[in-house]
């Protein structure tokens, strides 16, 4: 039996970045995690660190959003700093763009009812014209075809993979102690101290974190949660290396440091196939071309279907079980914009019981609407 203060079960961005913050503040933290026959959101991921169209219907979660940006900077200091791994974050601003009249036209009401439920908080997203996008992209040659793009001044991206090994190599060079392959089957919870069953291992802690993925819709129940998540594929397209021309992040065609462009990402409701399909990775590719021509000519190298982890509002879920107090869900989409609010905020919530303003509206109640008679 290997015992500590706190077990976070799932080595994901979110996991990986609450255990990371736990052994920060010198928690002593065991992380649990499963194989790479899991689905794992945290290794097929855009990189986005996103603020621009997040939170439409809770505002908490679109200010959650942009405090996380904000901690960005210190957060990849920190992890440089404790891991040597450099996560590469670009946070000047991040570019949508738009490639037609009507997705203009319906982005411009989406930035309109955001800005309505801001408030006087506001609401840092504009819609610009095309030659702006050009000033801001010059390496490239923006199409004809682009209508324009939404500017989050927010927004950002880093690169995730990066990201993950960061995360983890701090947390062991911390002193956290990290299982792979042991995905968590059982959870009982017994005087005052809860034991989770892999396997080959049994492991137990006066607290829990299930901050696994996909993983929590089995084990959340054992701890008295309910946390209602869903699948949603997203297929990601990837070129060969090419010379550096747009450090700037944009949504859905970005070129990473290392020079190969992504391109994504679809929405697609199929369940837990995280497959590809021709007609998919055609359509990404042709918006692609459309946005920059020049990139006809550039090869793909690689493409791949990974499964989001999605609440019924795409946005976070934070919960501590009522009957069973020590035991806490942590799960949303995001998890890369997440990474700094998860590393610090929830960490310290987990070990200090101290929550954000607000920190309730994340809890999953808000999805307990009566019936009608
Ligand atoms: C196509 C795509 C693009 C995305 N783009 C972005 C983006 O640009 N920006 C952004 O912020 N977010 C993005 N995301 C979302 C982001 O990747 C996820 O929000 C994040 O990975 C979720 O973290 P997680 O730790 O909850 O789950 P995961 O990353 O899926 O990790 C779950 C981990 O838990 C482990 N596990 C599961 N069950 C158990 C168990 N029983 N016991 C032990 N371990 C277990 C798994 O092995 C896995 O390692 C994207 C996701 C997808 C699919």
New binding site residues.
């Given amino acids: 039996m290997h015992s500590a203060e706190t077990i976070v ?9 609450i255990a990371y913050g736990l052994r920060r503040s010198g928690v002593d933290t065991i992380m ?4 790479d ?14 603020v621009q169209s997040k939170g439409m219907g809770l505002q908490r979660y679109a200010d959650w959003s942009r405090e996380s940006a904000h901690l960005w900077d210190d957060f990849a200091a920190d992890l440089q700093d404790s891991s040597t791994v450099d996560v590469n974050l670009q946070n000047g601003g991040g570019l949508n763009l738009l490639l037609s009249d009507e997705e203009r036209e319906n982005y411009r009401r989406n930035i309109d009812i955001m800005r309505q439920q801001a408030g006087a908080d506001g609401y840092d997203c504009d819609i610009i014209e095309r030659d702006e996008v050009q000033k801001m992209v010059p390496g490239l040659r923006v199409g004809d075809g682009v209508a324009g793009a939404s500017f989050g001044k927010h927004d950002g ?1 880093v690169n ?1 993979l990066r990201m ?1 090994r960061a995360l983890h190599r701090g947390f062991t060079k911390l002193g956290g102690r990290y299982f ?1 392959c ?4 059982n959870i009982t919870h017994d005087g005052g101290a809860f034991v ?1 069953q ?1 396997a080959a291992n049994s492991f137990t802690a006066p607290k829990i974190v ?7 819709t ?2 959340a129940p054992m701890v008295g949660l309910d946390t209602p998540i869903r699948p ?5 397209l990837v070129t060969e290396k090419i010379e550096a021309t747009v450090a700037m992040a944009l949504g859905s065609i970005r070129q990473t440091d290392e020079g190969g462009f992504m391109f ?3 929405e697609e409701e199929t369940g837990f196939d995280d497959g590809t399909t021709l007609a998919v990775t055609q359509n990404i590719a042709a918006r692609a071309v459309k946005a920059f021509p020049q990139l006809e000519n550039v090869r793909l190298v690689r493409n ?6 999605l609440t019924p509002d795409k946005c976070a879920i934070y919960d501590e079980s009522e009957t069973m107090p020590g035991a806490y869900v ?10 700094a609010v998860n590393a610090h905020h929830v960490s310290r919530w987990v070990s200090t019981g101290e929550t954000p303003p607000n920190f309730d509206h994340f809890s999953a109640r808000r999805f307990d609407v009566p019936k009608a008679a």
């Fill in positions: 079960v799932g080595g994901g961005m979110f996991g990986a970045a649990l995690d499963g194989s026959g899991s689905l794992r959101a945290a290794r097929g991921n855009f990189g986005l660190v996103w991206h995730p993950l792979p042991n995905e968590v089957g989770a892999s299930l901050a696994c993925g996909h993983g929590i089995k084990l949603q594929r997203g297929q990601v994504g990402n679809s791949w279907g990974c499964i989001r982890v942590a799960t949303s989409h995001s998890g890369v914009t997440l990474g």
